[in-house]
């Protein structure tokens, strides 16, 4: 899979012709995926912390109550 923003770029190194307003706008469209895409991958990280946040949380209720059943009914 080509980047079509390197490919902008890789053609103008080889000497085509592609106007500055054309090399401006690539830029800009190549900035505005990276940021899309960062800001998609810090949504995807904070959502694995909440999920392991929630995991935790999950087996430390299951641990206390657990526990509490063996404090209430002797049983170990």
């Not at 995926?33 to 960062?38: D, H």
């Not at 694995?48 to 209430?72: H, I, P, Q, S, T």
């Amino acid at each position: 899979m080509k980047n079509e923003y390197i490919e902008v770029v890789k053609r103008w190194l080889a000497g085509e012709v592609v106007s500055v307003e054309a090399l401006q706008a690539n830029a800009d469209a190549a900035w505005a995926a990276y940021n899309a895409e960062a800001a998609y991958v810090a949504t995807e990280a904070e959502a694995a912390a909440e999920a392991a946040y929630v995991a935790a949380a999950r087996a430390a209720a299951a641990a206390y109550w657990v526990k509490r059943y063996e404090e209430l009914t002797n049983e170990k």
